[in-house]
DNA sequence: CACGCCATTTGATTTTGATCAAGTGCAAAG
DNA sequence: CTTTGCACTTGATCAAAATCAAATGGCGTG
């Protein structure tokens, strides 16, 4: 299924990319080394500060990213101001909707992240020439589109009480790929934003981690840093048995 | 089913293919005539009565479909009964999900539907060599993820007034294609899977519905026949402004 | 026609989570 | 070291939707 590009040692690789890809592998590593030395060309990184926006609903898209590091939320807004996040990014997710010029949806970096930025038409008329490029994005929009499914469960069906150890147990599987050790994890995002989230709001979001912390489902120090004794146990309480 | 014949130079597509291409235009319409006699050979089309499964969650995927006619919904459960309808598919929709073996939906004929079948790995093999074909479902999934973050939005932060406006407006745009009049139309599904697709009970459907009715917004006629005399003010109930 | 079987509606009551309103704790600025 | 400003927590009350419990109203069958 994964399909790896075979001259991954090959020293054509523009320097930036060999490091991003051997340790991402996002959906560059669809590229040859000369699709990748021209889209280098044109990309750029940036830091972007917590709260710092990729691109507005409504607005024109003239940048997809990859994610580098940190975590992107991507949001709807109500013309009253009511809000929902709509999905969660972590590097090395790739950024951005093909094939459509005006964003439905607010991306902002919900921690200091890092991204690489290539033009729209470049990697458009790049996608047109590389099936095995559309594979990746294919996939990539697959794997939203079933994480997007699972999310409205969660918001149509669950209580407060699960809502809350969903999204702690989506945090703990997602935040560090690295990692083997789920159980000891930073949030991302604030209680404002895990609310919006959750469909649900600051205040209840507290109460439940307040909850949790009594029932010694989970441990929290400083408001951000979560500790989970049994990674089951959240699970059951997520209502995900 | 008589078959007419539409465009002389087409000749070498399959007869059943021509008619439901033309009417239609789903993702067949990337295929060559060669491929799409191909394809026919191992396709079948089956009718599905109300109710009946076309894949339950976590069974093998054996065959892609199109649906020619219907409503199909996709559905997630929990382990305790609460269910989601995460998905409408309206025909000429692509049905199913590329690249995993396991489905993480159910899928059920929401009204009488018709849809044409593909084996998984017919599809799977014209899927590598067609980059076209690939496209299409590309898009196909695009669609699906911008309508599961849409009704996020709905069932996370709009009320059940809302949702039921969103869903009525949702219908009245989706249930027939062809028709500019979108003012009359037919429910095609149950109290019950409305209730499941909006994440309320059918009570409180119920209750929303009569509300509607009282202000005017909608008339009811035999529980399932729906007029809409003011569209925009239907989308200002939805929260659509 | 009467009957039972549905789906749907309606009503009474309870529960959940939202809203409103203080408080707490911590870190940066004065 | 105070003050100020956040982010978060906690408490009291309120409202929306769930739950429980009957009605109602076709519709097909005996």
């Not at 669950?158 to 050790?181: G, M, N, R």
């Amino acid at each position: 299924m994964e399909v790896r590009r075979r001259d991954i040692h090959n020293s054509d690789i523009p320097v930036v990319c060999r490091a991003c890809e051997a340790r991402h592998g996002g959906v560059c590593g669809a590229l040859t080394a000369e699709q990748l030395t021209e889209l280098n060309k044109h990309s750029s990184r940036h830091r972007l500060e917590t709260g710092a926006e990729v691109i507005g609903q409504g607005e024109t898209v003239v940048n997809y990213s990859n994610i580098m590091r940190g975590v992107v939320k991507l949001t709807k807004v109500m013309a009253d101001g009511r809000q929902q996040i709509v999905g969660l990014q972590f590097a090395p997710d790739f950024l951005g909707r093909p094939f459509l010029t005006e964003s439905a949806i607010t991306a902002e970096a919900a921690t200091d992240s890092e991204v690489c930025n290539f033009p729209r038409n470049v990697l458009d008329r790049l996608v047109k020439r590389t099936p095995e490029l559309e594979h990746m994005l294919h996939q990539q929009a697959l794997k939203e589109l079933d994480e997007a499914r699972d999310w409205m469960l969660t918001l149509g069906r669950k209580t407060a009480q699960e809502k809350v150890a969903s999204f702690l147990y989506l945090i703990a599987t997602h935040i560090d790929p690295e990692s083997v050790d789920m159980s000891a994890f930073d949030l991302p995002l604030s209680r404002a934003d895990i609310a919006d989230f959750l469909g649900l709001t600051i205040e209840t979001v507290s109460r439940q981690f307040t909850k949790l912390r009594k029932e010694n489902v989970i441990r929290i120090e400083n408001n951000r840093h979560v500790t989970v004794p049994d990674m089951d146990r959240l699970m059951r309480y997520a209502g995900n048995d």
